[in-house]
């Protein structure tokens, strides 16, 4: 497994030095690392492609890496501990959230940039919380109550995913022109107004939750084992299954809050991950999330407008367009085993 988490590693660093290197404008390594250079020590800069690298493609790189492994970390958090493949942030209605919280603040408040994502971050947490005090009409700590706890978890964040869409949809009708088409390319998730002050917060937020995930993985592969089983051997389940809910949620929302809600990243990773690996596994989940985000968005800025006569996509439409089929096959392979 530690190989092919490797291997997984490797491709991050081959896609993010394709993103950076490759595309519409290439860069040649040696004069990548001019460029860094001449950044750091305040050196000769590079005409127009300093710019481009710094100021474009090395933030879109960073921003997409971090945002794919937040979000893959955040949805095998959830997958892991509801012991459900569908209990991703995407499905159970944190993104949407986020994005209704967005789409409010643009369409009702006129408001751009940092007061965006700040809107969606708290969207988030907000609905966050309101799914996890529905799903808690009793005590996490036991074991049947704490399995039903988990399905109700899922099932209010369904029904309350279903309401803010709605909410969106109808914010978007009342919603000009210019308005609806900067909040529909938010929505949809986009690395374009990537910016080194959102790789920063981005960065600084992680280094944070990634080792409390990291301390929490301990106790999270024990809660596998069954809720009675966790509590027989001296895990506060309740405790824990709390600390995980709030971890998972600030994952996904500072990487909603920095890039939008990018469809079904989380969703797709954790059992991309299990499937690869042969096991559940944390850091693999966020090595393919990255891979994921990173290689969607190539696709979306330089593959695409070659097939669409020019035209940019958002990279949500390329991960949401890979995550409805896997989801479907999902649910039938589900079914299968069921039958």
């Avoid at 988490?5 to 081959?14: P, R, S």
């Avoid at 750091?40 to 921003?63: N, Q």
């Avoid at 690395?191 to 937020?205: E, H, M």
């Avoid at 824990?240 to 079904?264: D, Y």
Wanted: proline residues 4%.
């Amino acid at each position: 497994m530690l190989n092919r988490t490797a291997a997984l590693a490797a491709g991050v660093v081959l896609l993010l030095a394709a993103s950076i290197l490759l595309g519409s404008y290439t860069v040649t390594i040696p004069d990548f690392f001019k460029i860094l250079a001449a950044h750091f020590t305040g050196g000769e800069k590079i005409p127009g492609a300093s710019f481009i690298v710094m100021g474009a493609k090395l933030p879109r790189a960073v921003i997409g890496t971090l945002i794919g492994v937040a979000f893959g970390l955040s949805g095998a958090l959830f997958q892991t501990m509801l012991r459900n493949p569908l209990a991703s942030p995407d499905v159970i209605g944190i993104s949407y959230g986020a994005s209704a919280a967005a789409v409010l603040a643009i369409v009702v408040f006129g408001a751009s940039g940092a007061a965006v994502s700040g809107a969606a971050l708290g969207g988030a947490m907000a609905v966050a919380a309101l799914i996890y005090g529905i799903s808690r009409s009793g005590s996490l700590g036991g074991g049947s109550r704490g399995n039903a706890a988990g399905s109700r978890l899922i099932l209010a964040g369904v029904g309350v995913a279903a309401a803010l869409h709605a909410m969106v949809s109808f914010l978007m009708t009342r919603a000009d022109i210019r308005t609806a088409a900067e909040a529909l390319i938010w929505i949809n998730g986009s690395l374009n107004s990537a910016s080194w002050d959102r790789a920063g917060v981005l960065a600084l937020t992680l280094v944070v939750l990634v080792p409390v995930a990291a301390l929490l993985a301990g106790p999270l592969r024990i809660l596998e084992l069954g809720d009675d089983a966790a509590a027989g051997l001296g895990i506060r389940v309740a405790a824990t299954r709390l600390g995980l809910v709030l971890t998972a949620v600030g994952l996904a929302a500072v990487a909603t809050a920095a890039a939008g809600p990018v469809a079904f990243v989380a969703f797709l990773a954790g059992p991309i991950a299990r499937r690869f690996t042969g096991k559940a596994s944390l850091p693999a989940s966020a090595l393919v999330g990255a891979l994921i985000v990173l290689a969607a968005d190539y696709a979306a800025a330089n593959i695409a407008p070659l097939l669409l006569d020019g035209t940019v996509l958002p990279v949500g439409v390329v991960t949401g367009a890979l995550g409805a089929p896997f989801l479907l096959w999902l649910l039938v392979t589900s079914n299968r085993k069921d039958a």
